[in-house]
């Protein structure tokens, strides 16, 4: 998965696409990938790309101690959230949550895992086989 970031001077707004590095100010990308190790734990790989000579060594200190900040936040998210999957007495899981944990910033993965959830459908019943349930999950 990839996350672009990027500035730009106000009421300019940035480009479509990849147009991050024509503003003359700053940009930089995250790639995640995402490697499920068991049931519930989950190997997280993380890259940031910048263009280099942009701030001095104090600022690029301080953006890569930001930049670690912010994913030892998430690692403390996903653990907080797996003890709630866990302890759920509803039996919520990482892969189909209950209606009462989804919120409006789930809309987009719940919409993908509806997709990947037909599209394995699909391919069981084309192959003549039935589904052998829900397709398991990567948990923090």
Known sequence: M???YGSAPAGSG???GDGIWTQGTWGFQVYHGITP???R???QLRYVVHQFGRGDA????EFYRQCDQIINEDVTIFGIQQRALD???EGASAWQPNSRIAINA???LLQARAITSKLLQS???SKGAKPAGKPQAARA
């Open 37 to 39: 190790e068991t049931e």
């Open 58 to 61: 104090a600022m690029l200190s």
């Open 2 to 4: 990839r996350v672009s």
């Open 87 to 89: 302890s759920d007495h």
């Open 41 to 43: 734990t989950t190997h």
């Open 106 to 108: 789930d809309g987009g």
């Open 123 to 125: 391919e069981a019943q």
């Open 14 to 16: 940035i480009p479509e």
